[in-house]
């Protein structure tokens, strides 16, 4: 299984999974042009995708669903609830396009198994993935307000991570955001800030665990090395050091990360 992640950030986010004959994105909230050029860089074909999982409706995850989906005849695959708030937002997909991804279940394709979880994020029905293949554990798991004993019971022990570090806590509070803003993202259906993603990290890496890559940075109240050294002294406070057998990554809005094995 390898994966790259293609952008991540305030402005567009999309993930690229491989395992065997099937590939697949966890959102593709850039247009298509652009989700083209990430291709492009990552060396992959976009027409080989097997699905797009949709995680929720909000623009910076869905914005090239369509496009993508009509252009390239791609299957798209999201919740109940998720497909009715997001059918008036990615124009029309061909039913035979349209399928059904349960929360909390589990689709299999060849030797991977994907598997749904729910977050807790101000949309219809948000939820995100865990990826299963042969013992090996990728976990995507972003646009949350906080993580839960149930959501850290189902992400731990993967292999690798691409976890949300979406604030620092000082910038936002001393940001130009309205308040009404800053309460939204500080609250239980907002996004998680690095300390507090390091928390629930500490919680769920094990010795298994080799890569975390920290993502959906907010391009105004966050920054990579801030982020990276937030991220890192939480964790060491709570007895993991970073370098010993987990290893932080960057990622970003525009460029992808390299194409990795889990």
Same mark, same amino acid.
């Given at each position: 299984m390898q994966f790259s992640v293609l952008a991540s950030g305030s402005t567009g986010?999309?993930?690229?999974? *491989? !395992?065997? *004959?099937?590939? /697949?994105?966890?959102?593709? @909230?850039?247009? @298509?042009?652009?989700?083209? +050029?990430?291709?492009?860089?990552?060396?992959?074909d976009i027409k080989k995708l097997s699905g797009i999982l949709v995680t929720h409706e909000h623009s910076d995850h869905i914005k090239g669903v369509g496009v993508l989906a009509r252009k390239y005849n791609i299957?798209?695959?999201?919740? *109940?609830?998720?497909? +009715?708030?997001?059918?008036?937002?990615? @124009?029309?997909?061909?039913?035979? +396009?349209?399928?059904? /991804?349960?929360?909390?279940? %589990?689709?299999?394709?060849? !030797?991977?198994?994907?598997?749904?979880?729910? %977050? !807790?994020?101000?949309?219809? #029905?948000?939820?995100? $993935?865990?990826?299963? *293949?042969?013992? +090996?554990?990728? %976990?995507?798991?972003? #646009?949350? @307000? $906080? %993580?839960?004993?149930?959501?850290k019971g189902i992400i731990r022990g993967a292999d690798s991570y691409v976890f949300e570090s979406n604030h620092d806590v000082s910038m936002l509070q001393m940001g130009h955001y309205p308040w009404s803003v800053k309460r939204r993202i500080l609250s239980d259906l907002g996004h998680v800030s690095n300390e507090d993603a390091a928390v629930a990290m500490s919680e769920v890496v094990e010795q298994k665990t080799t890569r975390i890559y920290l993502s959906h940075l907010s391009k105004d109240n966050n920054m990579k090395d801030l982020a990276r050294m937030s991220v890192s002294q939480t964790l060491q406070s709570c007895g993991i050091t970073p370098g010993e057998f987990v290893h932080l990554y960057d990622t970003d809005a525009n460029e992808p990360t390299e194409l990795v094995t889990v």
């Open positions: 986010n999309s993930i690229y999974v *491989e !395992s065997g *004959e099937h590939a /697949f994105i966890v959102d593709a @909230g850039l247009t @298509g042009k652009k989700m083209e +050029q990430l291709f492009e860089k990552v060396d992959r299957p798209v695959f999201a919740n *109940e609830k998720t497909w +009715q708030a997001m059918d008036g937002l990615v @124009g029309h997909i061909p039913v035979e +396009q349209r399928f059904q /991804f349960d929360m909390e279940a %589990v689709k299999t394709f060849g !030797s991977l198994d994907i598997e749904s979880f729910a %977050v !807790s994020h101000d949309a219809a #029905d948000p939820m995100f $993935y865990c990826f299963h *293949e042969r013992g +090996q554990k990728l %976990v995507v798991i972003t #646009d949350t @307000g $906080y %993580v839960s004993d149930r959501m």
